[in-house]
T-cell receptor, first 116, second 111 residues
């Protein structure tokens, strides 16, 4: 199956700083990538849909100025958590869809963000 | 996308078949059924998907009822490494169509 690489796997930062998470499709071109957030013992919550070359579409209740998404190439999308606060601590997961594989999504390994 | 209903948890003895049900009674004709699983602190892993017919791959089998209102994921010989949360998702296959995750079934394989 296709491979999606997410980096970093874990980050600890101070309150007020910004954190960038990268998501790369390694062996396919992904015109669409998705970003999810997951709290402990909870399901994945879709945050936004990222389309290459255009603005991301955010789910209701997700602050677009807080969670900046850039999808400048067919293999890279980034999520920047701006001015992070402790309540932003969570597990963030990206995914990418290969258009030739009947709509299957492939997921990165996730980033555990801890804001002190 | 259609809503899915899954039991919150299940146990299965190691070496036995694990049968995980999913109810999707409002599924529409062009929506596929996808199954993913998530092992603790990792990203979800694709297992299998289907539209109408039963499907089998190296990981599992997917049985879809004739009316398509429910399906069952079968892990034929469960191992301890199959302990995970299993998610059933229905959606239209297409470039921009989102995957919305429900609560899933937490499967524990018991030695």
């Amino acid at each position: 199956g296709a491979v999606v690489s997410q980096h970093p796997s874990r980050v600890i930062c101070k309150s007020g700083t910004s954190v960038k998470i990268e998501c790369r499709s390694l062996d396919f071109q992904a015109t669409t990538m998705f970003w999810y957030r997951q709290f402990p013992k909870k399901s994945l919550m879709l945050m936004a849909t990222s389309n290459e070359g255009s603005k991301a579409t955010y789910e209701q209740g997700v602050e677009k100025d807080k969670f900046l998404i850039n999808h400048a190439s067919l293999t890279l999308s980034t999520l920047t958590v701006t001015s992070a606060h402790p309540e932003d601590s969570s597990f963030y997961i990206c995914s990418a869809r290969d258009g030739g594989l009947q709509g299957k999504l492939f997921f990165g390994s996730g980033t555990q963000l801890s804001v002190l | 996308d259609a809503k899915t209903t899954q039991p919150p948890s299940m146990d299965c003895a190691e070496g036995r078949a694990a049968n995980l049900p999913c109810n999707h009674s409002t599924i529409s004709g062009n929506e596929y059924v996808y199954w993913y699983r998530q092992i603790h602190s990792q990203g979800p892993q694709y297992i299998i998907h289907g539209l109408k017919n039963n499907e089998t791959n190296e990981m599992a089998s997917l049985i879809i009822t004739e009316d398509r209102k429910s399906s069952t994921l079968i892990l034929p010989h469960a191992t301890l490494r199959d302990t995970a949360v299993y998610y059933c998702i229905v959606r239209v296959a297409g470039t921009g169509n989102q995957f919305y995750f429900g609560t899933g079934t937490s499967l524990t394989v018991i030695p």
